[in-house]
């Protein structure tokens, strides 16, 4: 198994920018994939970006692209988002989630997550 610990949210006004990292502990942090998700209360917990296991793919959220990006340092078992321009519609909770491909096609292991709030 894989420990996910979040860090980095907090309140920031529209247009600013926040850094999340989330650090791994437990098995080899490098077999898996990593993503980044968030949930406003009420709704169900979307898709935010994903990285592969060694950082060459990444995908994106369509609400998120070309301002937010998802990078990860194998060596420090970490996976960041960094995000830029944000907006108050990015006020959510933000859960950081691993997966192992080669057994699994759903992100299993979930950290305990870090609350954003971008006010207007």
């Known amino acids: 198994q894989v420990q996910l610990v979040e860090s980095g949210g907090g309140l920031v006004q529209a247009g600013g920018s926040l850094r999340l990292s989330c650090g791994a502990s437990g098995r080899t942090f490098s077999r898996y994939d990593m993503g980044w998700f968030r949930q406003v209360p009420g709704k169900e917990r979307e898709f935010v970006a994903t990285i592969s296991r060694g950082g060459g793919i990444t995908n994106y959220a369509d609400s998120v692209k070309g301002r937010f990006a998802i990078s990860r340092d194998n060596a420090k078992n970490t996976v960041y988002l960094q995000m830029n321009s944000l907006k108050p519609e990015d006020t959510a909770v933000y859960y950081c989630?691993?997966?192992?491909?080669?057994?699994?096609?759903?992100?299993?292991?979930w950290g305990q997550g870090t609350q954003v709030t971008v006010s207007s």
């Open positions: 989630a691993a997966r192992d491909p080669l057994v699994a096609r759903t992100y299993d292991y």
